[in-house]
């Protein structure tokens, strides 16, 4: 029972790690961005990226922003969890063979 719970675990923290990575990600590129745009010179740059992405966003939320990043968050979570049931199943069957 006790592999049972660690691979549930192990499961569970995979997902939900790669479902919070890309809302932190574009948080953090979008904060970044924002605040470069109090940098002289670069008011003009930091107006137009942000919009880019939001718009980009906005293409997989159907219309907005924050539903296509959403859609995005579960995605990544979807395949990492994916990911660590391949690796799972890869160690068990390295483990027999050996």
Same mark, same amino acid.
């Given at each position: 029972?006790?592999?049972? @719970? ?7 923290? @995979?997902? $939900?790690?790669?479902?919070?990575? *890309?809302? #932190?990600?574009? =948080? =953090? !590129?979008?904060?970044?961005?924002? $605040?470069?745009? #109090? %940098? *002289?010179?670069?008011?003009?740059? @930091?107006?137009?990226? *942000? ?13 907005? *922003? ?5 859609? !995005?968050?579960? @995605?990544?979570?979807?395949?990492? =969890?994916?990911?660590? %049931?391949?690796?799972?199943? &890869?160690?068990?069957?390295? &483990? %027999?063979?050996?």
């Amino acid at each position: 029972m006790s592999i049972f @719970t660690s691979f549930l675990r192990s499961l569970l923290l @995979t997902a $939900v790690f790669s479902f919070i990575a *890309p809302m #932190f990600l574009v =948080g =953090g !590129i979008l904060v970044c961005l924002c $605040v470069s745009g #109090f %940098i *002289p010179g670069l008011q003009g740059l @930091t107006e137009d990226i *942000p919009s880019q992405i939001l718009h980009f966003l906005a293409t997989f939320g159907t219309g907005s *922003p924050v539903n296509g990043l959403l859609v !995005i968050s579960l @995605t990544f979570g979807f395949v990492g =969890g994916l990911f660590d %049931i391949y690796a799972y199943y &890869r160690y068990q069957i390295l &483990r %027999i063979d050996s």
